[in-house]
Each structure stands twice: as C-alpha cells, then as structure tokens.
C-alpha cells in the first residue's frame, strides 16, 4: 500500500472519528446507571474505569482497520464484514444497558463476535494489517461475551 495522500489521510480521520465518537455517543446516552450496580458480578468483572480507555483504543484500531479496507477493497466481503461488526457493536450497549436485557445482549455479542471473526478471515487474504488491527478487538469482546454470558447465569 503507498503512501496515505491528504485525501486519504483525511479519510482515515473520517473513519477513526465515525467510530470513536459514534462509540461515546452511545456509551453516553446508556450509561450503566443504577440499574447495573444491583447485578450480580463475578470476581472478575473489571472495574468500571477499564472500558472507557479500553474502548477508545480499540475504536481507534477499528477506525484505521476499516479505512484500510475502505481504501484499497471498498466493495469487498471484507468491507461488508467491517460495518456489519460496527452495527452489533453499537445494538450491544441499547441492548444491555437501555434494554436492562443482558440475555438479548449475549445475543448481539455472541452475533458480534463472529462478525469480527469473519473480518478478520476476509481481511487476512486482501490487507493483513487490518486483519491485525481486529485480533484485540476479537480478545476484548471474547472477553466481554464470556463476562456478559456470566452476568445471564448470575442474575
């Protein structure tokens, strides 16, 4: 891949930014509120100051991941992949914390986690870089399924 032009540069800002901030848009219209601090939590629920910074960071790797195949494979499967995983992510948080439905969220999580799965499969074969950028993400919300999952069974 050459280099990124001003257009392109502006692009992956456009990109990051969709993200990032559809991602606060979202983690502040359903914050965890009362609601949450009643759930049962196993010992290995983190501590509410994690996600905010963890998050970010992976907004920021999903950003750069989706321009990257934006740029080079806009009409591919892998492109698709990309926006079907950013629409689970934003359905999880109105699911869980608006909804108070942690059941329907295990749903959409489960369903996210093989879209990011997925993208990573079509990327790896056109951009190994983007494919690359996910593998946290994959980490994280394996993570976050399994806690998620957790929180069904303890309440």
Known sequence: MNAPSQGSRTALALFIALVVLGGMAIGFVTRPGDWYLTLNKPAFNPPGWVFG???????VMIGAAG????????????????WTQLVLNYLWSPAFFGLHNPALALVVI???????????AA???????????????AAWVGFATVLNATLVALN
């Not at 910074?53 to 907004?59: A, D, E, F, Q, S």
């Not at 489960?110 to 990573?120: C, G, P, R, V, Y």
């Open 53 to 59: 910074p963890v998050w970010t960071t992976l907004y």
């Open 123 to 137: 990327a790896w074969r056109l951009d190994r870089t983007a494919a690359l950028l996910f593998l946290p993400y």
């Open 67 to 82: 321009w990257r195949l934006w740029r080079a494979h806009r009409n591919s499967r892998a492109m698709t992949l990309w």
């Open 110 to 120: 489960i369903a996210l986690l093989a879209a990011i799965i997925a993208t990573i």
